[in-house]
């Protein structure tokens, strides 16, 4: 019986696909990782105002939602 619940435990940590080890920003509403993992200092302490390098696909959507939003607030407040 304890058998099966180790072994629950054990599927349910190597099958998730959260990592835990790397921050997370959240950025218009979508989570980026970071590539640099967290050290031990801030899981420990809950440091968040660390400078956070995303990868260059991420770098390139970030881009083109910070255009588009802009162009959408252009839009809205255009006077005519």
Known sequence: MIINYVLIILIIIF???E????KKIN????????KSPKNSFERTRGVRNRICFFSSEDKNDI??????????????????
């Open 15 to 17: 099958f998730n696909d």
């Open 63 to 80: 881009n083109k939602r910070i255009k588009n939003k802009k162009l959408n607030l252009k839009r809205k407040f255009k006077k005519h």
């Open 19 to 22: 990592s835990h080890g790397k």
């Open 27 to 34: 950025i218009d509403g979508v989570f980026y990782e970071c």
